[in-house]
């Protein structure tokens, strides 16, 4: 549908933005037969982890000794996993989570020391540029599932999400200024995400910000107790999964078009959606259901 065009367009636009790391994408049979669930990473040299099970992908950063730090490396591997059959009537909805009590602590400090250059730098932070795009993207629900810390490009991360549940221990935090380095790419998707003085004052103090602060501000979609974020966020995706993908699909894409546009355009974008959403068999199928005092059946 719309969102899935999107990813083929920006594939052809090249520079890169589909690249895939070094792994070979994963094949059908990367997904766990085992209960539906979050679970834990299974080992392997990948930083990343995957499993899916009705309609629910669950991608896990897998690296807690480097605090699951955005590596090229870790970079790649959440792209390729993202990426992996993004057009598939079969996903419905993404979940990115992380092993260990930080969720992410950010770009590694040990890629962007000038022993590997300028070049590298460009490749590191394009390349995660590269998936806060895709994320958005996307022609599936993505949801941040968080537990600790997400700071620097971590919290970009969870920002880039469409949804984001974090315990209520969980914190964030952009303190690149601390070290000399402004976090001037989470700023992008802080900036999108939060208030302009919210987000300006965690960009020039480097001061964290609790969940409860940022359930506030609109950084994050709900705050539960540690012992209930596994269960709230499969709750919601389990939702979603039981949805229409292409109403999904077609409505996630006319949503972010439609913000960076006025509101005479806006309602003239999202009106013909709505008329392409009524084309849908889909669409026919919800209304019919309704009428008809049935549940509705969709396609996929």
Known sequence: MAAAAGLRALGAKGSGWLRRGPWPLLTAGFCSGGPAGIGRP????????TRQRDGIRSIVL???KRRNALSLAMLRSLQNDILHEAESQDLKVII????GPVFSSGHDLKELTDEHGPDYHAEVFR?????MMLIQNHPVPVIAMVNGLASAAGCQLVASCDIAVASDKSSFAAPGVNIGLFCSTPGVALGRALPRKVALEMLFTGEPISAQEALLH?????????ERLEEETLRIAR????LSRPVLSLGKAAFYRQLAQDLRTAYHLTSQTMVDNLGLPDGQEGVKAFLQKRKPVWSH
């Open 42 to 49: 299974e080992p392997g040299s990948r930083p990343t982890s």
């Open 62 to 64: 897998s690296d807690p």
């Open 96 to 99: 990115i989570s992380a092993e």
């Open 127 to 131: 390349t995660c540029s590269e998936v």
């Open 218 to 226: 609109g950084l994050l979609s709900r705050v539960v107790p540690e």
């Open 239 to 242: 939702k979603v999964a039981s």
